[in-house]
């Protein structure tokens, strides 16, 4: 993994930390260490993940539209497009999983495949706290789906210490 990598924050990631352990008053350094880290072009996320984030009514939403808002990209270009369209098409082709699990996958709010297909375009490292437990059939974990197209995945503790990200 090459220093310049940008990692692309899934919805989870931020979701978790802020309701358990980075809570916002037990951890205040992982929110500003995150700021940093995007404001130096190294994290992001995208729009899709902030709608997801913003049905909430918590202090992460407050946060995000505070702080970090002009982190989340557009994920709507037309090789972003190009990139979900093929997802959506080895999506379907995937007999593990049941049409109710596609289908919710192929819902155009779904946020997982749109973050595959923007680190696709833009060579981004995922962060999600998703396995590749190749059991699980209640939806399409990113971690598959990133191994089937080639994108690198990390969870949260691996991006600290590739990002260089330490609490003082």
Same mark, same amino acid.
């Given at each position: ?23 916002? *008053?037990? #951890? ?9 880290? %995007?404001?130096?072009?190294?994290? @992001?996320? $995208? ?56 289908? *919710?996958? #192929? ?9 595959? %297909?923007?680190?696709?375009?833009? @060579?981004? $490292? ?43």
């Amino acid at each position: 993994m090459s220093s310049s990598q940008i990692f692309l924050l899934d919805a989870n990631v931020l979701m978790t930390a802020a309701r358990h352990y980075y809570a916002f *008053d037990i #951890a205040p350094c992982f929110w500003t260490s995150l700021s940093q880290k %995007a404001e130096n072009g190294e994290l @992001r996320s $995208i729009d899709r993940v902030r709608d997801e984030i913003n049905r909430g009514n918590d202090e992460l939403v407050k946060w995000i539209n505070q702080s970090f808002l002009k982190y989340f990209f557009e994920s709507d270009s037309s090789n972003v497009l190009q990139k979900y369209t093929e997802i959506m098409s080895w999506s379907q082709g995937q007999n593990r999983y049941s049409p109710a699990v596609k289908n *919710d996958f #192929a819902r155009f709010d779904h946020a997982d495949p749109w973050l595959v %297909a923007y680190a696709l375009v833009h @060579r981004c $490292i995922i962060v999600t706290l998703e396995s590749a437990d190749p059991a699980t059939k209640k939806k399409i974990p990113i971690p598959i789906i990133c191994e089937a197209f080639g994108v690198t995945w990390i969870n949260t503790f691996d991006m600290l210490r590739h990002a260089q990200i330490q609490f003082g």
